[in-house]
């Protein structure tokens, strides 16, 4: 089945510098969405991406559609401490029925 | 509040006992998918429903899962016979089918099977 792989697994940042993470897929996608999730929370959307190259910024926040549509990133700059959390990559299909989801990087901001 | 709600929060049962629960979806989606997370990991597909239509079974949704949207506006998801590897949060999402495929989650109720 489709599978998504994110980089890094974990990073640990100092509080104010940026940070780049990365997802990448074998299935091209159409739509990519970019989530954060806090503990014994649900996945709260950051950004949606619908076309390749496309690139969108959210505050801090900026991601970009790969060209081939195999993969995207996401960049946040000047970190804080609230930004810790994990951030979930997801590819839709076509249809927008079928959402893959990676298995997340893990973002810890020291003070 | 009008985002997904969902219904209980957290579930510690038996192993073998029945657990049922509920997700109100975002009152004018129309989609509505059902997600198991467990530690580590992103979530995983389980089911999705159009209105009332369950439109997609994943694999991972064995016989004892079954989930229903009667109306075509909330959502249950029953798990009879409740295993240890039951275990996990389980999300329900929502979405406007049309071009902008976006999805909302719940804030996920977890389950513990002891």
Known sequence: ?111 | DTGVSQDPRHKITKRGQNVTFRCDPISEHNRLYWYRQTLGQGPEFLTYFQNEAQLEKSRLLSDRFSAERPKGSFSTLEIQRTEQGDSAMYLCASSLSGLANEQFFGPGTRLTVL
């Open chain 1, 1 to 111: 089945g489709q599978q998504l792989n994110q980089s890094p697994q974990s990073m640990f940042i100092q509080e104010g510098e940026d940070v780049s993470m990365n997802c990448t897929s074998s299935s091209i996608f159409n739509t990519w969405l970019w989530y954060k999730q806090d503990p014994g929370e649900g996945p709260v959307l950051l950004i949606a991406l619908y076309k390749a190259g496309e690139l969108t910024s959210n505050g801090r926040l900026t991601a970009q559609f790969g060209i081939t549509r195999k993969d995207s990133f996401l960049n946040i700059s000047a970190s804080i401490p609230s930004d810790v959390g994990i951030y979930f990559c997801a590819g839709v299909d076509d249809y927008g029925q079928n959402f893959v989801f990676g298995p997340g990087t893990r973002l810890s901001v020291l003070p």
